[in-house]
């Protein structure tokens, strides 16, 4: 059974490059989260779908950060302008209906040059 | 401002050791999680222990959850090199399914 699928797994882009990140849930999981991991912030919420309607996005830093959820199978997560400052490891993350549990994808690493 | 706090930051040992990591957290909750990162992986589930329980058992994992104390702590019995990893406490905010997540402990389990 295939957990989260997130691509690409690493992406080099220059400073003010739009970045695209994608999402495959796993089949059936009705919630879908997008985390950023720094060594300085540690795991940050950035925003979660229920049965893809974003619920709380307060966790994403400003205007140039923007998420979608299509449909129940697919999300991205969209830079534009990318800065080096948004150098990172962004995971994304599913849970099963009436569940707590998060299962993560492998994240993709992202660098701004 | 996170929820769950862990300690310590890092902790080495050597195989067969008892690792015990500890997570405070500050407002009510009705369940705290523990997670486990390898490096350069996502991070994968370990136990999930409710409000109302006082100790949980999985495997050479044990976890208390102290309520009055807004504290809660891993213990991972006969450790070995492949329990190497981050360790994360997550609690839920008060609404919704949304986790907040410690810092983490990273553990060293040397061979």
């Known amino acids: 059974d295939a957990g989260v699928i997130q691509s690409p797994r690493h992406e080099v882009t220059e400073m003010g490059q739009e970045v695209t990140l994608r999402c495959k849930p796993i089949?059936?999981?009705?919630?879908l989260f997008w985390y950023r991991q720094t060594m300085m912030r540690g795991l940050e919420l950035l925003i979660y779908?229920?049965?893809?309607?974003?619920?709380?996005d307060s966790g994403m830093p400003e205007d140039r950060f923007s998420a979608k959820m299509p449909n129940a199978s697919f999300s991205t997560l969209k830079i534009q302008p990318s800065e080096p400052r948004d150098s990172a490891v962004y995971f994304c993350?599913?849970?099963?209906?009436?569940?707590?549990?998060?299962?993560f994808g492998p994240g993709t690493r992202l660098l701004v040059l | 401002s996170q929820q769950g706090e862990e300690d310590p930051q890092a902790l080495s040992i050597q195989e067969g050791e008892n690792a015990t990591m500890n997570c405070s957290y500050k407002?009510?909750?009705?369940?705290l999680q523990w997670y486990r990162q390898n490096s350069g992986r996502g991070l994968v589930h370990l136990i999930l222990?409710?409000?109302?329980?006082r100790e949980k058992h999985s495997g050479r994992l044990r976890v208390t959850l102290d309520t009055s104390k807004k504290s809660s702590s891993l213990l991972i019995t006969a450790s070995r090199a492949a329990d190497t990893a981050s360790y994360f406490c997550?609690?839920?905010?008060?609404?919704?399914?949304?986790?907040?997540f410690g810092a983490g402990t990273i553990l060293r389990v040397k061979s």
């Open positions: 779908f229920n049965n893809n309607v974003p619920i709380d």
């Open positions: 222990i409710r409000s109302n329980e």
């Open positions: 089949s059936g999981h009705n919630s």
């Open positions: 993350a599913s849970s099963p209906p009436g569940e707590e549990t998060q299962y």
């Open positions: 407002t009510s909750i009705n369940n």
């Open positions: 997550a609690t839920p905010q008060a609404y919704g399914n949304k986790l907040v």
